[in-house]
């Protein structure tokens, strides 16, 4: 969506450890066959906008513990590592957190390195804007509480954003969004995210600002046209 908007995202992910699907699950359910070719990436960010780092062809240690991670079924400190660890250090970057603890240790970190950050926290659990709650938002400029109605949004139920008991269903979820034919709950929860990473990049876009844009993205086309493209560089 973020891509669909006209901007650049470079993602570091992986595979499902302590959840049904992960990033690279969600891309391997389209066919997306991972990269490092330098060649490939760069043509994807360029005509694509998005650029996809599957962490166990860079962070060359995780495939070793990845077993592990799956056979433990919870988080551990990897889960805190990954998002840290881009390869291409981007200069601007959004990051979700489970809790106060987590969204002070990420804004520290980026606080030392001084590069330009999101960090968000739901006040319910969630490591992302859920909308089932009030949420956090740190970043360069400020440290600030908002509720779904500050942004022009709904409360949704816990219900509304079941992310799905498979991949399959988790990859049919994530394609209804882009065709824009999901629920409003999940459309406003996307919004809700994708806008807070607009905000990071354009500093003088708000969120209220940023999520309009993200709208569009979707409305028009746009963010599924990126996928669309990246798969197909991709594949």
Partial sequence: MIAGAGYK???????ASTSVSGASTV??????KFTDNRDTMRRSLDEAGICYFHAPL???????????????GVPTCFNLLGPLVNPCHPKNSL????????LRLYTNIHQKIGDNYGVITSYDGYDEISLTSGFK????????VFTPKDLGLNYVNHEDIYGGSTAQEAK??????LENTCTRAQKDVILANAACGISVLDRNLSIEESIE???????SGKALAALKKFVEINS
């Fill in 9 to 15: 995202v470079s993602k570091h992910g992986n595979g």
């Fill in 27 to 32: 891309l391997l359910e389209h066919g997306v």
């Fill in 58 to 72: 860079f962070a060359y240690g995780m495939k070793y513990v990845g077993p592990t991670r799956k056979a433990l």
């Fill in 95 to 102: 990051h979700g957190t489970a809790n106060q603890a987590q």
């Fill in 137 to 144: 938002f740190v970043n360069n400029n400020f440290e600030k």
């Fill in 172 to 177: 049919k979820i994530f394609d209804s969004v």
């Fill in 213 to 219: 844009i993200a709208r569009d993205s979707i409305e």
